[in-house]
């Protein structure tokens, strides 16, 4: 499969589960994102990642746990979440290039309901 | 940090007629702004993007200017088409990142 592809699609957990979302890009690029997406408000950037480093969180709640083992796989853990995080998480990635930014490929986003 | 403010929030045109989608951002060191399309249930795809060395840039029915000055850049779209209905994102460079602004509901009527 080509482009940046994530599982599941759906999930539905409760406030005590734990539970990862998985994102994958096939596209060989060096930078990876998550966002938040919910209804009536800007997508919300999460985490990034250049060549496998946090180099950003947006003051993101510890109940995220980002994980990032390779330039093409990168992971959100998720445990003891609240009803208000219920929304869409998308993942992205580019081909950073001496700082300057590049197109960004979204995934197709995992709906998340917390119940 | 940056600060993306983008209007119209919905915009409903008829076939055929022009759509103009604005935003505005705060920090002038900011230098990519592109715009992305997200259809229902899909994915934001890219449909157009500017660097803030150029002033304009034009793909078939799509357009993006950019005035640096006034720290605005804006989305023109002729002669839409019902396929155009979707919902509109821009987005401001800013460091290592991208801001993005509320979102515009497009509907064309045909």
């Known amino acids: 499969e080509t482009g940046v592809t994530q599982t599941p699609r759906h999930l539905v957990m409760g406030m005590t589960n734990k539970k990862s979302l998985k994102c994958e890009q096939h596209?060989?690029?060096?930078?990876m994102y998550w966002y938040k997406q919910s209804a009536k408000k800007p997508l919300e950037l999460m985490f990034v990642y250049s060549l496998e480093e946090r180099v950003e969180n947006n003051s993101v709640p510890s109940r995220f746990s980002p994980e990032c083992p390779n330039s093409s796989h990168l992971f959100l853990h998720l445990h003891t979440l609240q009803p208000e995080d219920s929304a869409l998480y998308l993942c992205?990635?580019?081909?950073?290039?001496?700082?300057?930014?590049?197109?960004?490929?979204f995934g197709p986003g995992t709906r998340l309901t917390v119940l | 940090g940056e600060n993306v403010e983008q209007h119209p929030s919905t915009l409903s045109v008829q076939e055929g007629d022009s759509a103009v989608i604005k935003c505005t951002y705060s920090?002038?060191?900011?230098?990519?702004f592109p715009w992305y399309k997200q259809e229902l249930g899909k994915r934001p795809q890219l449909i157009i993007d500017?660097?803030?060395?150029?002033g304009e840039k034009k793909d078939q029915r799509i357009a993006v200017t950019l005035n640096k000055t006034a720290k605005h850049f804006s989305l023109h779209i002729t002669e839409t088409q019902p396929e155009d209905s979707a919902v509109y994102f821009c987005?401001?460079?800013?460091?290592?990142?991208?801001?993005f602004g509320a979102g515009t509901i497009l509907r064309v009527k045909s």
């Open positions: 987005a401001v460079g800013y460091g290592n990142k991208l801001v």
């Open positions: 920090d002038s060191a900011s230098n990519y």
């Open positions: 992205a990635s580019s081909l950073e290039t001496s700082g300057s930014l590049d197109t960004q490929y």
């Open positions: 596209l060989g690029h060096n930078a």
């Open positions: 500017i660097r803030s060395n150029v």
